[in-house]
């Protein structure tokens, strides 16, 4: 009787190289020393740019992190989701009440527990975990588009929380964001005079070294689950289900899992969100942020951590580029013109849907493909696609101009 291991591809690659061997590999790859040059001129900022680029940059930060979630979820883990936006919400909201202190604002009667700001951001994505983990035994049984209705009822259900739990949310005008802190430091704007090399640090600058550790450790928390036995076992259950099992992998309880720390993941991104907008509304937290965040993983690249990010960067910064500068762009007008034109969400709308369909014909593998070495062969589809081919062309390809004789 032959080894079932032998049997299956997918069981082979999944059983057959070890994490240690895929670290070493990666330790080499050329790679890596971009990515920490990259790392290094993220530090720069806060040195040179105003308040808008670094809201912009937060924003991007905030989905970055959300983002990885969902590409664990849906693009390793094989899951459809529609409801990631809820688990946003609930870090947001979660950070927001556990941090805030009981009191009267709007007109109402708002509720907290005045915990330390990051004892409260730790809380945030636990709840969002466990909201996760109490969904998750749904998670573990639909597949595809099943899956996809039953957590797009979540960013429903959710809305109506949101506008209804008046104490805990603050209804429909939301609630004001109480600043992170660390060991008597306020990541907000403050009166402390506090600078560095001469250049003073207020609310954003001090939030955005906050944010870029969050983005470092999501980010590689991310790669190494995905090089071990749990991101391996996802993949096999992604790819064939069959085939996993024979392997002995058990597939609800995996499929439970990545829901639940991409639930995780979420709460992160929107307690990070939250604390860049300073005030949350329930209708940041709508269906339209969940297809945000499929359209990342789309252009970005299924199942690429890398991919996930760059998606992210693309999809957050596009409308705050187009509201900054909609005065110098033709067509373009800025939110609340009574002027002819399109608005500038709605043209970013439309810039990143022509974005979805060109990554679908010609880099499936979205943005995380542009540095592979399949690009020229994509170039040279892209090329005879648009380009018409000469007659020559065609006949050195493999057809003849000769008609058929008989």
């Known amino acids: 009787m032959s080894d079932p291991q032998s049997s299956t591809p997918a069981l082979a690659s999944l059983s057959a190289e070890r994490p240690a061997g895929v670290l070493a590999r990666l330790r080499s790859a050329p790679g890596r020393p971009v990515a920490a040059v990259g790392l290094v001129l993220l530090l720069v900022p806060p040195f040179y740019l105003d308040a808008f680029w670094l809201q912009t940059g937060l924003f991007a930060m905030a989905a970055v992190i959300a983002a990885l979630g969902l590409s664990l979820l849906s693009g390793t883990a094989g899951q459809l989701s529609l409801g990631h936006a809820f688990f946003l919400a609930v870090g947001a909201y979660g950070y927001t009440w556990c941090a805030d202190a009981p009191h009267t604002g709007d007109g109402h009667d708002l509720t907290g527990l005045s915990l330390p700001p990051s004892l409260a951001f730790l809380a945030a994505v636990l709840l969002a975990g466990a909201a996760g983990a109490v969904f998750s035994p749904l998670s573990g049984r639909l597949r595809s588009m099943y899956l996809g209705v039953a957590t797009l009822a979540l960013v429903f259900v959710g809305q109506h929380v949101l506008v209804n739990a008046t104490p805990v949310t603050g209804g429909f005008n939301g609630r004001s964001v109480p600043p992170m802190e660390f060991f008597g430091l306020s ?3 403050t009166a402390d005079g506090f600078s560095v090399f001469g250049v003073p640090f207020g609310g954003l600058e001090r939030l955005w070294y906050f944010g870029l550790v969050l983005v470092v450790a999501a980010y590689l928390a991310a790669r190494n689950l995905l090089l071990g036995r749990p991101g391996r076992a996802m993949g096999a259950l992604r790819d064939s289900e069959v085939a996993a099992a024979v392997m002995g992998v058990p597939a609800s309880r995996f499929r439970a ?3 639940t ?3 995780m993941y979420a709460g992160a991104g929107g307690a990070l969100l939250a604390l860049a907008y300073q005030r ?3 209708d940041t937290f709508g269906l339209s942020l ?3 965040f499929l359209a990342m993983l789309v252009i970005g690249g299924l199942g690429s951590v890398a991919g996930a990010a760059a998606g992210a960067v693309f999809v957050t910064v596009l409308p705050q580029l187009l509201t900054h500068y909609a005065d110098a762009l033709p067509l373009v007008v800025a939110p609340g013109s009574t002027e002819p034109g399109l608005g500038s969400v709605d043209a970013a709308r439309y810039l990143y849907g022509a974005a979805l369909v060109l ?9 995380a493909s542009l540095s592979r070495p399949s690009l020229p062969r994509a170039l040279r589809s892209l090329r005879a696609s648009v380009l018409p081919q000469s007659p020559a062309a065609k006949t050195a390809g493999g057809t003849t101009l000769k008609e058929p004789t008989s």
């Not at 990554?359 to 943005?367: C, D, I, K, R, V």
Request: hydrophobic fraction near 60%; charged fraction near 10%; proline fraction near 8%.
């Open 257 to 259: 899992a990545a829901f």
């Open 280 to 282: 949350i509304v329930p």
């Open 187 to 189: 990541l907000a704007d």
């Open 261 to 263: 720390v991409s639930s």
């Open 290 to 292: 969940s297809m945000d």
């Open 359 to 367: 990554t679908l014909l010609f880099f499936p593998g979205g943005l």
